[in-house]
């Protein structure tokens, strides 16, 4: 008897688009964690853009834990609007 192999609910290009998902939000918070250094480093470090930046580097590592490969929507919006967002931050 063939039992059929159940198939996955994804396609190689789902995991593709997953996978620069994630690395858009890695570089993200990257970018955060780099501002957070820069600024502790001054000699009046702005305490408040530090919060700020640590609780969008949070937002955003909770975003990455919770991704699935399934949701195709959102892993669009992410690779639209966050590839977007990094090519602003890398070209000042």
């Known amino acids: 008897m063939n039992i059929p192999e159940k198939q996955p609910q994804w396609t190689h290009e789902d995991c593709v688009n997953y996978e620069s998902a ?34 969008e580097r949070s937002t955003y590592a909770a975003e990455l834990r919770g991704l699935d490969v399934t949701d195709r929507e959102n892993i669009a919006r992410i690779r639209r609007d966050y590839g977007a967002e990094i090519r602003r931050l890398s070209e000042g």
């Open 22 to 55: 994630r690395e858009l939000i890695t570089h993200l918070m990257a970018f955060r964690s780099e501002w957070i250094a820069r600024e502790r480093a001054t000699t009046a470090p702005d305490l408040a853009a530090i919060e700020c930046w640590s609780a």
